[in-house]
C-alpha cells in the first residue's frame, strides 16, 4: 500500500507540472491613458481562459527605451517573442494568431507527455515489486526527471548539427567545427523580442558557471538575428558580456537550418528565443522552445551529464 500511495503522489505532481506548464507566451505592450490598450488586455484575459498561454503586460512608459521604440504602435502583441498584432485588432484575429502558434508547438507538448508517460511507468513497476528504496528513487531519480519535464527540454534523435559561418563583433567568423569536442549551447534571439531581454541575464549566468566548471568543454553562443551590430552593441550597454559569444545571422540561414533540423521539417515561421543543444560529437540532441529561468537545476543536470559522458 506504501509503494501505490507514493505512486499516486507523484502521478500527482506530474499531472500538476504538465497542467501547468504554459506553450506559449504572449506579451501585450502598453501604456497609461491607451483605451485600445486596455481593450486589448481585456481580450487576451479573456482568450486565455479558454486557450493555454502564459500572459504578461508590459508597460512601456516605465521603459524610455522601450517607450520611443512602440509609442506609436501599442497595443503592441508578441506571440512567443515575434510581433503578431498592433495598434487595432479583433478578438478573432488574436485567436488566429495564438492558435497557430499552438498548433506549432503541439508536437513539443506531445513529446512532454510522452515523458511524463515513461515517468509514471517506471513507478508503477517500481510499486509492483516492491521497490524498496522508493524515497532515494524519487529524490535522485523521479524529482530531477520531473524538474526536466517541468523545464521542457525537447530531446531529439541525435543528428548532425548545422554548421555556420557567422561573422562576431571582431570581425573574425565562427563555425561550429572551431568548437567541435565542445558542447555548444546555441540561442537565436533578437533585440528587439521582449522574451529574449527577460532570459539574457540567467543564461549568461549559466554561461559562465559551465565555462568556468568545464574549461575548453563548452561554449555559449548567441546568434542574434538583428541586421547590424549597433542594436547588439547598445543592448548589451556597449561591451559584448564575457562568457558568451555574440554572432550576427543577417540572412537567418543559420537560424532556418536550426529550427528545420531539430523538428524534421521548416515551421511556419520563426519565433524568438529558442536554444539548441549539441553534443561533443557534434550532434544537435535537443532543443528548447521560447523563453527561460535558466538559474534553475534542470538545464545543468541536463548539460552536465552531456559535458561529463
Not at 502521478?11 to 507540472?17: D, S
Not at 506571440?79 to 488574436?94: D, H, I, P, S
Not at 498548433?103 to 515523458?115: I, K, M, V
Request: proline residues 7%; contains cysteine.
Amino acid at each position: 500500500m506504501l509503494g501505490v500511495s507514493y505512486e499516486g503522489r507523484l502521478a500527482a505532481r506530474l499531472a500538476v507540472v504538465y497542467e501547468t506548464a504554459a506553450v506559449i507566451r504572449v506579451e501585450v505592450y502598453g501604456k497609461p491613458d491607451c483605451s485600445l490598450c486596455d481593450e486589448a488586455k481585456a481580450m487576451l484575459r479573456r482568450l486565455r481562459k479558454e486557450l493555454h498561454f502564459e500572459l504578461g503586460e508590459v508597460d512601456i512608459s516605465l521603459d524610455p527605451a522601450m517607450e520611443a521604440r512602440y509609442r506609436t504602435e501599442v497595443p503592441v502583441v508578441f506571440v512567443n517573442g515575434r510581433k503578431a498584432l498592433k495598434l487595432r485588432f479583433t478578438e478573432e484575429q488574436a485567436r488566429r494568431r495564438i492558435e497557430r502558434a499552438l498548433a506549432l508547438e503541439g508536437p513539443g507538448r506531445a513529446r512532454a507527455t510522452r515523458r511524463i508517460m515513461v515517468a509514471l511507468a517506471s513507478l508503477a513497476l517500481a510499486a509492483m515489486v516492491g521497490f524498496p528504496t522508493y524515497r532515494a528513487w524519487d529524490v535522485y531519480v523521479v524529482q530531477p526527471r520531473l524538474a526536466e519535464v517541468g523545464f521542457d527540454i525537447t530531446r531529439i534523435p541525435p543528428v548532425p548539427a548545422p554548421d555556420f559561418r557567422l561573422e562576431t563583433r571582431d570581425g573574425k567568423p565562427f563555425s561550429v567545427g572551431d568548437v567541435r569536442g565542445e558542447v555548444l549551447f546555441v540561442n537565436f534571439w533578437a533585440t528587439w523580442c521582449p522574451p529574449c531581454r527577460e532570459e539574457m541575464p540567467s543564461m549568461l549566468q549559466l554561461g559562465r558557471e559551465l565555462e568556468r566548471e568545464y574549461p575548453g568543454r563548452f561554449k555559449m553562443v548567441a546568434v542574434s538575428v538583428d541586421e547590424g551590430w549597433d542594436v547588439v552593441q547598445e543592448f548589451f550597454g556597449g561591451t559584448l558580456p564575457a562568457g558568451l559569444l555574440v554572432t550576427l545571422d543577417r540572412t537567418q540561414e543559420a537560424t532556418k537550418a536550426y529550427y528545420c533540423t531539430a523538428r524534421g521539417g521548416c515551421p511556419e515561421s520563426f519565433m524568438f528565443p529558442e536554444s539548441y543543444i549539441v553534443d561533443r560529437q557534434g550532434r544537435l540532441v535537443a532543443y528548447v522552445v521560447g523563453p527561460r529561468d535558466w538559474s534553475g537545476p534542470a538545464p545543468r543536470r541536463f548539460l552536465r551529464r552531456l559535458l561529463d559522458g
